[in-house]
T-cell receptor, first 114, second 113 residues
Framework: GNSVTQMEGPVTLSEEAFLTINCTYT??????LFWYVQYPGEGLQLLLK?????DKGSNKGFEATYRKETTSFHLEKGSVQVSDSAVYFC?????????????FGSGTRLSIRP | NAGVTQTPKFQVLKTGQSMTLQCAQD?????MSWYRQDPGMGLRLIHY???????DQGEVPNGYNVSRSTTEDFPLRLLSAAPSQTSVYFC????????????FGPGTRLLVL
């Protein structure tokens, strides 16, 4: 079945450090890929997405490239800020499914030190 | 637009009690879903609906019922609460199928004693 695997947290970085959160997936067909972010006490909100191979999603300084050859969608940011502290979820949506369910990874907690 | 709204924000139940978690959206979205979030397990799909009058089971449907009588509302019913149902519950909606952004409500934190 479809699945998403992302690196375990927590990840703790200093402000202005480079961030990578790894995400790999298993899916039939050609899924769409997403990164969602959850700030403390809130629901999830979409950070970025990519719908086909080699697409790059970007938002708020974050980027992720849809790599079909390595089945990966790693999240990167060149210089993190304290306000980026949150839980990040990688997810996929399988377009071959009649219901197009979204499958989430287990989440990676990111903490940024001032 | 209010987006996706959920009530209550927090609830304490005793084992065996029943309750309904409310979810509503004002974006005319076809797809609505219920997830539960547990530490270290991400979000797991409980039930989902692809339109009014149509519902189906997700990964962890046992102990929960849903109905979708209108496009706007998608309540989740706990028939007989158990401590294993202690979790944070999120409702979500999206316009259509693959590639569409999913919008989440603020969540309901449920504690079953």
């Amino acid at each position: 079945g479809n699945s998403v695997t992302q690196m375990e947290g927590p990840v703790t970085l200093s402000e202005e450090a480079f961030l990578t959160i790894n995400c790999t997936y298993t899916a039939t067909g050609y899924p769409s890929l997403f990164w969602y972010v959850q700030y403390p006490g809130e629901g999830l909100q979409l950070l970025l997405k990519a719908t086909k191979a080699d697409d790059k999603g970007s938002n708020k300084g974050f980027e992720a490239t849809y790599r079909k050859e390595t089945t990966s969608f790693h999240l990167e940011k060149g210089s993190v800020q304290v306000s980026d502290s949150a839980v990040y979820f990688c997810a996929l949506s399988d377009r071959d499914s009649s219901a197009s369910k979204i499958i989430f990874g287990s989440g990676t907690r990111l903490s940024i030190r001032p | 637009n209010a987006g996706v709204t959920q009530t209550p924000k927090f609830q304490v139940l005793k084992t065996g009690q029943s309750m309904t978690l409310q979810c509503a959206q004002d974006m005319n979205h076809e797809y609505m879903s219920w997830y539960r979030q547990d530490p270290g397990m991400g979000l797991r799909l409980i039930h989902y609906s692809v339109g009014a009058g149509i519902t189906d089971q997700g990964e962890v449907p046992n102990g929960y019922n849903v109905s979708r009588s209108t496009t706007e509302d998608f309540p989740l019913r706990l028939l007989s609460a158990a401590p294993s149902q202690t979790s944070v519950y999120f409702c979500a909606s999206r316009l259509g199928r693959t590639g569409e952004t999913q919008y989440f409500g603020p969540g309901t934190r449920l504690l079953v004693l």
